[in-house]
C-alpha cells in the first residue's frame, strides 16, 4: 500500500465531518421511513419549532447554552487527551454551589447574585471533576470510568441533599426553596419581546464568552499548548518539562467549572430553584457535541445550535407527529456520536481516492 | 428462626438481582480480555431487554424472545467490532453511541409499535422464562435449615438464572484451561505476539465479541423476560455500567467476577430492605447511601487504595498490522 496522502485541509475540517453529520441523518431518517412515518415533513416541523417562532427560538437557544457548556467541557478535556465522560455528574453537583449561594445573597439584585452563581457553579462543577483529575494523575485511575462513577455518586448524593437536606417543610416535591424572582438570571424576554415566553437568558452570552475564552486557552496560552502537548505525546510532554500531573488535574477542574455553568443556567436562570436531575441529560449531549464540533469552540457553538435546534424542534415534532417520540433525537444524537467519534474515518479512504489526483498534479513529479 | 427466614429472602432476591449483573460482568470480560473496552454493555443489556420482549409479545416464544435478545446483542457488537476493529475508531466512543442508541431506539421503537408509552405488552405464560422448581424442592421445604435453603435459594429460579451460574466455571475453564482462551488472553495483553504466531488478531477478537454479545444478550432477556414482565423504558437502568463496575472489581477474573457481582447485588436486594428501618443510634440509613456503595467500593479500587487493578495491556488499542 501506498504512503497516505494528507487530504486538503478544507476537505479533513469542513467535508468529512460534514459527511459523517449528513451520513448519521441518513440513517435517523431511514428509522423513520421504517416506522412509516415522513421524514421530510418531520424536518420541516422540526426547523419551524425550532426556528419559526420567537419563543421556539428562544428554547432552542436555551438548549443550545446547555449544550456549549456541556460541549466545551467535553471539547476542553480531551485536547488534553482525558476523555471527561462526567459533566452530566459535574453540572449537578455545580447546581448545588449555585443554590447555596442564591439562597444565601436571595433578594439582593441580579447584578450581585449572578457573579456570585458563576463562581459557585464553577467552583463545585470544579470540584466534582478535580477528584476523578486528581486519581488519574496520581492514582492512574482510568478517567473514562471514574468519571462514569461519579456521574452514579452525583445522583445519590445530590438526591440526598435535595431530598433530605435542601427540601424545605412546606414543600411537597424534592425540590429546594425558590429564589426570589430579582435575584434570577435575568431571561432575555425582559429585554426583548421577541422571546415571549421562553427561559433563554444571559446564560448565553456567558456561554458566548466561553466559546472565546475556550479558544484563546487552548491555542494562545503556554498552558494550552501544554494542555495539547500532554493529549498527543504524554513522553514528549513529560521530557518537554510539563507536569503532565498539574495538567491533568488543571484541565479537568476548568472542564467541570464550564460544566457548572449548565447549572448556572437551569437552577439560575430557569427553575429557580434546585430540583432532581434537572441536568436532564445535557451533560451526554455535550459528548456528542464535542465529537461533532471535533472539539473546536466554532464546531461546539455549531453543533451545540443544531442540537439546540433538534432538541426543541423535538419537542414540536411530539405534539405535531404523534408517530415520533423525543427520543428519535437521542437516536439521531447516538448516531452522530458513532459516525463522527468512532467511525469518523470510514470515509477517509474513498475521499482520499477522490482528491488525490488534483493533490500529486499540483505538488508536480516526486 | 425468624432473622433466617429474613436472611434466606434476602439472599433470594440478591440472587435474582446478580445475575443481569453476573451475565454482563462475564460478557465484559471477554471482550476485554481480548483488548477491547466494552463501555456499551449498557446499551446492549437495554437493547436485548427490548429485542427479547418484543419478540416475545409478537410471537409469543420465550424462546424466540431470548434469540431476538441475543440477536440484538450481536448486531451492536458488530457495530462496536467494524468501529473499534476494522475502523480503528475509539471504543470509549463507540460504547457510548451504542448506549445512546438503545436508549433512543429502544423508546422509539417501542412507541411506534405498541403505542404504550415505550412499554411492550404485558407477557405472561410461555412468553415468559418462568420458574423450575427443582426435584424434591417442594418436599424438602419444610425441613428446618436445608430446606428454606434449598427451596428458596437454590430452586425455584429460571433456565437464564442457572445459564448465569454455569457461565461462571464454564469461564474460568475456557479461559484458563484452554488454547483458546490463552489466545484471547493474549490478544488482550500482545497482539503482535499473536500476529507473530500467525493468528488472526481480528478474527479472535470478533470471537471475543460474539461470546460477548450471546452472554449479554442473555442478560438483557432475563431482564424483560424472565424477572419482569415485559420492557419498560432504561429497564437496564446503570446495570451495565454496575457490571463494568464489577468487571474491574474483580480484576478480569471470572470467580471473583462472581463474587463482586453477588455483593452488589446483595447492596441492592439489602437495599429495598433497609427502607424505613430504624437502627439503633445512626438511625435509618438514606437508600442513597447503600445505593453508592457499588460505585464508591470500585473508585477505592480503582485507586489503589485496597490491591490494584490492572487492565489487560492491550487493552482499548486498536491493533494495526505492519507493513
Same mark, same amino acid.
Request: glycine fraction near 14%; avoid cysteine.
Given at each position: 500500500m501506498s504512503a497516505r496522502v494528507p487530504l486538503p485541509r478544507w476537505v479533513d475540517v469542513a467535508l468529512l465531518p460534514l459527511l459523517n453529520v449528513v451520513l448519521a441523518f441518513l440513517i435517523g431518517g431511514i428509522v423513520v421511513v421504517m416506522v412509516g412515518q415522513n421524514p421530510l415533513e418531520a424536518v420541516g416541523i422540526m426547523l419551524y419549532g425550532a426556528f419559526g417562532y420567537g419563543s421556539g427560538f428562544g428554547y432552542t437557544l436555551y438548549y443550545t447554552t446547555d449544550f456549549i457548556f456541556a460541549g466545551l467541557a467535553v471539547s476542553l478535556a480531551y485536547h488534553a487527551g482525558l476523555f471527561n465522560i462526567g459533566p452530566e455528574g459535574q453540572a449537578y453537583v455545580a447546581g448545588l454551589g449555585v443554590i447555596l449561594v442564591a439562597l444565601a445573597l436571595n433578594g439582593q439584585p441580579w447584578f450581585l447574585t449572578v457573579p456570585a452563581m458563576v463562581l459557585a457553579g464553577g467552583l463545585f462543577g470544579a470540584a466534582w471533576a478535580f477528584i476523578p483529575g486528581y486519581l488519574q494523575a496520581k492514582? @492512574? /485511575?482510568h478517567i473514562v470510568i471514574t468519571t462514569i462513577l461519579f456521574n452514579f455518586i452525583a445522583v445519590s448524593m445530590m438526591g440526598y441533599i435535595i431530598s433530605k437536606?435542601?427540601?424545605?417543610?412546606?414543600? @411537597? /416535591?424534592d425540590e429546594s426553596a425558590p429564589i426570589d424572582a430579582i435575584s434570577?438570571?435575568?431571561?432575555l424576554r425582559l429585554f426583548w419581546?421577541?422571546?415571549?415566553?421562553?427561559?433563554?437568558?444571559?446564560s448565553f452570552f456567558l456561554a458566548l464568552i466561553a466559546l472565546a475564552a475556550v479558544y484563546w486557552l487552548i491555542w494562545h496560552t503556554k498552558f494550552g499548548f501544554a494542555m495539547r502537548a500532554l493529549g498527543h505525546n504524554p513522553t514528549a510532554a513529560r521530557y518537554a518539562g510539563i507536569s503532565n500531573a498539574k495538567v491533568i488535574m488543571i484541565t479537568m477542574a476548568l472542564a467541570g467549572a464550564l460544566a457548572g455553568m449548565v447549572a448556572v443556567n437551569n437552577?439560575?436562570?430557569?427553575?429557580g430553584r434546585l430540583i432532581l436531575n434537572f441536568v436532564s441529560g445535557a451533560g451526554f449531549v455535550g459528548v456528542a457535541v464535542a465529537f461533532m464540533g471535533k472539539g473546536h469552540p466554532i464546531g461546539v457553538a455549531l453543533s451545540a445550535l443544531l442540537f439546540g435546534a433538534l432538541y426543541q424542534g423535538g419537542q414540536e415534532l411530539a405534539f405535531s407527529m404523534?408517530?415520533?417520540?423525543?427520543e428519535m433525537i437521542v437516536t439521531i444524537q447516538a448516531l452522530v456520536i458513532l459516525f463522527t467519534?468512532?467511525?469518523?474515518?470510514?470515509l477517509r479512504p474513498p475521499l482520499e481516492r477522490i482528491f488525490r489526483p488534483r493533490v500529486s498534479a499540483s505538488a508536480g513529479d516526486v | 428462626m425468624n432473622y433466617y427466614t429474613d436472611l434466606i429472602l434476602i439472599l433470594d432476591s440478591t440472587v435474582r438481582l446478580a445475575i443481569p449483573l453476573i451475565l454482563a460482568c462475564l460478557a465484559g470480560l471477554y471482550s476485554e480480555r481480548a483488548g477491547i473496552v466494552d463501555i456499551g454493555l449498557e446499551g446492549k443489556l437495554l437493547g436485548s431487554a427490548f429485542g427479547a420482549a418484543a419478540m416475545a409479545a409478537v410471537t409469543g416464544s420465550a424462546w424466540l424472545g431470548l434469540l431476538a435478545g441475543v440477536g440484538v446483542a450481536l448486531g451492536m457488537s458488530a457495530i462496536h467490532g467494524i468501529a473499534?476493529?476494522?475502523?480503528?475508531?475509539?471504543q470509549t466512543i463507540s460504547g457510548v453511541a451504542l448506549n445512546f442508541l438503545a436508549a433512543g431506539l429502544t423508546t422509539f421503537l417501542g412507541q411506534s409499535w405498541f403505542h404504550r408509552g415505550g412499554f411492550t405488552p404485558q407477557l405472561s405464560g410461555d412468553q415468559r422464562f418462568g420458574p423450575i422448581t427443582l426435584p424434591f424442592a417442594p418436599e424438602l421445604a419444610s425441613v428446618p435449615v436445608i430446606g428454606g435453603l434449598y427451596s428458596e435459594l437454590i430452586s425455584g429460579h429460571n433456565i437464564l438464572a442457572y445459564v448465569a451460574f454455569i457461565a461462571v466455571p464454564v469461564t474460568a475453564w475456557v479461559l484458563f484451561q484452554t488454547r483458546f482462551g490463552l489466545r484471547l488472553r493474549a490478544v488482550g495483553e500482545n497482539p503482535k505476539a499473536l500476529d507473530t504466531a500467525g493468528i488472526s488478531v481480528t478474527a479472535l477478537r470478533y470471537q471475543a465479541l460474539i461470546i460477548t454479545a450471546v452472554l449479554v444478550g442473555i442478560g438483557g432477556t432475563y431482564l424483560s423476560?424472565?424477572?419482569?414482565?415485559g420492557f419498560n423504558n432504561n429497564?437496564?437502568?446503570g446495570r451495565g455500567y454496575i457490571a463494568l463496575a464489577a468487571l474491574i472489581f474483580a480484576k478480569w477474573k471470572p470467580w471473583p467476577a462472581l463474587a463482586t457481582c453477588l455483593l452488589f447485588g446483595f447492596l441492592d436486594a439489602l437495599q429495598f430492605r433497609l427502607q424505613g428501618v430504624q437502627f439503633p443510634l445512626i438511625g435509618e440509613v438514606p437508600v442513597q447511601a447503600i445505593q453508592v456503595l457499588p460505585y464508591l467500593l470500585t473508585i477505592i479500587l480503582l485507586a489503589g487504595f485496597i490491591g490494584r487493578a490492572v487492565a489487560?495491556?492491550?487493552?482499548g488499542i486498536p491493533y494495526t498490522k505492519e507493513r
Open positions: 492514582r @492512574g /485511575s437536606i435542601l427540601k424545605p417543610a412546606n414543600v @411537597g /416535591s434570577r438570571v435575568p431571561q419581546e421577541l422571546f415571549k415566553n421562553s427561559p433563554v437568558n444571559i437552577v439560575g436562570g430557569v427553575q404523534p408517530g415520533i417520540t423525543r467519534g468512532a467511525m469518523g474515518d470510514m | 473499534s476493529i476494522n475502523l480503528k475508531g475509539n423476560i424472565a424477572q419482569s414482565a429497564m437496564s437502568a489487560p495491556k492491550a487493552s
